[in-house]
Every structure is written in structure tokens, then in C-alpha cells.
Nanobody, 117 residues
């Protein structure tokens, strides 16, 4: 059974930072493209960042230069470091695992990130 468990969300002031983590089990982690999506109230779910097994990365234009995705294959964990957070980053953030870039075959339950003063 595949499980993706996110942690690290919360409330932060504009300009602050958060680090999301996602622990994966039930998959051969190193073979999967790992990603982070988000969904804000009333908006469509969107890709935030993704990282291949070879550590190539892809970012949404809106987070480029502020967010960094990374992975630790030894610990089956993917991270999303979020800096210079803005109110428009407020959303539920989901961890995903896919067989290639652009696919999200498995989803976590999501973690809330709220950026507000």
C-alpha cells in the first residue's frame, strides 16, 4: 500500500519560511518523480515543483527563486523549502509520486499552509 505523508505546514507571516516534508512508503522511492502540488480555495490544483530520480527539477513560475525541492532517497523523503512566502502561497499542499515528469500517480492527504499577518 502506497502512503505519502506530508508534514511541516502551518501559519507563517508574509516573508517567512516553511519546510514541508513528505515521507513515502510502499514504492521504490528512488524510481519515482516526486512532486508538490497545491490548491487554494476556489482555484484549480497546480504543480508547484517536481524532482526526478536524477534530481532534475521543475518549478512553477510563481515560485521560481523562492521555493526549492529536494529529495533524500536513503530516507524516502522529499522536501519543499519555501522562502519569502506570500499570502498568495496560501493553499493545501500535496505530495505526489509519479512514473515520469508530469504524472502524479499517488497523492498524499495534504498539509495546510497559511501565509497571513
Amino acid at each position: 500500500q502506497v502512503q505519502l505523508v506530508e508534514s511541516g505546514g502551518g501559519l507563517v507571516q508574509p516573508g517567512g519560511s516553511l519546510r514541508l516534508s513528505c515521507a513515502a512508503s510502499g514504492i521504490i522511492f528512488r524510481l519515482y518523480v516526486m512532486g508538490w502540488y497545491r490548491q487554494a480555495p476556489g482555484k484549480q490544483r497546480e504543480l508547484v515543483a517536481a524532482i526526478t530520480s536524477g534530481t532534475s527539477t521543475n518549478y512553477a513560475d510563481s515560485v521560481l527563486g523562492r521555493f526549492t525541492i529536494s529529495r533524500d532517497n536513503a530516507k524516502n523523503t522529499v522536501f519543499l523549502q519555501m522562502n519569502s512566502l506570500k499570502p498568495e502561497d496560501t493553499a493545501v499542499y500535496y505530495c505526489t509520486a509519479g512514473s515520469n515528469m508530469g504524472r502524479a500517480d499517488y497523492w498524499g492527504q495534504g498539509t495546510q499552509v497559511t501565509v497571513s499577518s
